[in-house]
């Protein structure tokens, strides 16, 4: 791929924040500052390819996005920070535009214009647009001396690439969309954004950590499972599950009634226990090895009193369940479904607190390895509007993650562009996993007439393509 850097600039709030702003980093903060930068991956198709000629691109395009930019870290200002650590070793984040070491956002702008769309989406991978996403392989503790957020649009053929970088160690899922959406809203002519972010950490947590960490191992120093193997061969791949395929699951998940009197199973629930169970049958493991259920749970409403939707920083934890493999394959969907949802209803305030202080009293950098033995872990979120990002020549064709933080069972879930309950399934698994996955018809939710032609059963498709390797979507 011929990629030419136009320019790069950096871009601080538009109106002058006054002061040092300083917000020590919470224990909700913390455990990712050896995770890598959370990577986004945005495709816009331009209607009006003049948009892409030479001056109109970059008066018409990229100053408005530099200039919204501009306009949202006013109240996002924490991003155009740096990480620090006050005389006790406390991170926090913090800004001062007198500061000559607090450059502001990095912004990048690239030209492959011989790059169309539909050769950025014919592989399930991310090695087809990592040059289009910045800070590949950059640890979050990184942030002490470099921007908390990199973004960089890079002209195509037929549209624009916007490639994003986020210190996961500021921010989580909810505040990096909420952040997204507020400046595409600047972008199509808001003059202020519709939702302030929260910006007072302490109200999340109060306790000061002091950490050691001057340089942490990577956090695929260890595979997941056997910490002395080799690395496995690992896959990326995207299942489209159309609004019929989740409904399906879930209408299969839900079809025994629970005797303890639980609640029907929702449709999160319903679906990563599906995969759960498909991934642990793929990876032919021994009836009585554990597999381990792992979910970076949102806890803004878990906590008490509640956080406000708009808290800006990180407030998820993981939340650990397993069960031995044997147990998945000999029940049907409702046992993997009920074992996910005890697990998530009991992550209660007091739990989330009780898990603050146990790590507060020994703190752990989190590692991929730490996510269990043989296991399934889920982030990012189907709530999350991606779809709406638009920034004014439309809504996004394809949102995806970036090759960061991608390790052997991990997934990411967006909403489909198709609407409705549909769902993308981002997973990374070893190649003879997957290949067993591709083919799995019950996983697939389709059915075979006797010559042997894939059908859908009015949940989805499945395509194959030239190298044998199943495109499929449900």
């Known amino acids: ?10 871009v601080q709030p538009n109106k002058p924040i006054l002061g040092k702003k300083q917000f020590h980093l919470t224990t909700f903060d913390l455990p990712y500052l050896a995770f890598y930068y959370n990577q986004k991956f945005l495709l816009y198709k331009f209607k009006n390819l003049l948009d892409l000629e030479e001056p109109t691109f970059q008066n018409d395009v990229v100053e408005k996005l530099k200039d ?10 924490q991003l155009a920070g740096k990480l620090a650590k006050d005389e006790e070793g406390v991170f926090r984040v913090e800004y001062d535009a007198d500061d000559e070491e607090i450059n502001g956002v990095e912004f990048t702008v690239a ?7 539909d050769d950025l989406t014919v592989e399930d991978g991310t090695a087809r647009f990592k040059e289009l996403v910045p800070y590949n392989g950059i640890l979050n503790l990184e ?13 195509l053929k037929d549209g624009l690439a916007m490639g994003l970088a986020f210190n996961h160690a500021v921010l989580d899922g909810t505040a990096t969309w909420h952040f997204m959406s507020s400046w595409s809203e600047l972008c199509r002519g808001a003059q202020t954004i519709s939702t302030q972010p ?7 947590r109060d306790t000061r950590v002091r950490l050691d960490l001057a340089s942490p191992k990577d956090p695929n120093a260890s595979s997941n499972g056997d910490a002395t193997a080799e690395p496995p061969q690992l896959v990326e791949k995207v299942f489209k599950l159309s609004d019929s395929a989740i409904h399906t699951i879930k209408s299969r998940a839900n079809s025994v009634v629970p ?10 629930q319903s679906l990563t226990s599906h995969i759960w169970r498909h991934v642990t049958l793929a990876r032919g493991l021994k009836p009585e090895d554990v597999t381990v259920f792992t979910v970076f749970a949102d806890c803004r409403r878990r906590v008490d009193p509640p956080m406000p939707e708009e ?22 969907p409702e046992f993997g479904a009920s074992v996910v949802q005890k697990a998530i209803v009991g992550h209660d305030a007091r739990t989330v607190d009780a898990r603050n202080e146990e790590w507060e009293k020994s703190p752990k950098i989190f590692q991929f390895k730490d996510a269990g033995v043989n296991c399934v872990a889920v982030g990012s979120s189907p709530r999350f509007r991606v779809y709406e990002v638009d920034f004014g020549w439309g809504k996004p064709e394809t949102v995806r993650s970036g090759s960061n933080n991608r390790f052997n069972g991990m997934m990411y879930l967006y909403p489909g562009k198709a609407g409705g309950m549909s769902i993308d399934v981002e997973i990374t698994l070893e190649a003879h996993v997957m290949e067993k996955l591709e083919k ?30 199943g495109n499929g979507s449900a």
Do not use: W
Not at 259 to 268: Q, V
């Open 198 to 204: 929260f910006l007072d950490r302490a109200k999340a």
């Open 311 to 332: 808290y800006f920083g990180n407030m998820i934890q993981a939340i650990f369940t397993g069960t031995a493999a044997g147990m998945l394959a000999a029940h049907g």
């Open 143 to 155: 942030g002490l001396n470099r921007p908390l957020l990199a973004v960089q649009v890079t002209k």
């Open 68 to 77: 919204g930019l501009g306009s949202v870290l006013d109240d996002f200002y």
């Open 1 to 10: 791929m011929k990629i030419k850097i136009v320019s790069k600039a950096h």
């Open 111 to 117: 030209d492959a214009a011989d790059i169309s769309m």
């Open 259 to 268: 005797t303890d009197g639980s609640k029907p199973f929702s449709t999160f």
């Open 440 to 469: 799995s018809k019950e996983f697939l939710l389709v059915e075979e007439e006797d010559d042997g032609h894939k059908l859908s059963n009015g949940n989805g498709h499945v395509h194959a393509n030239g190298n044998g390797n």
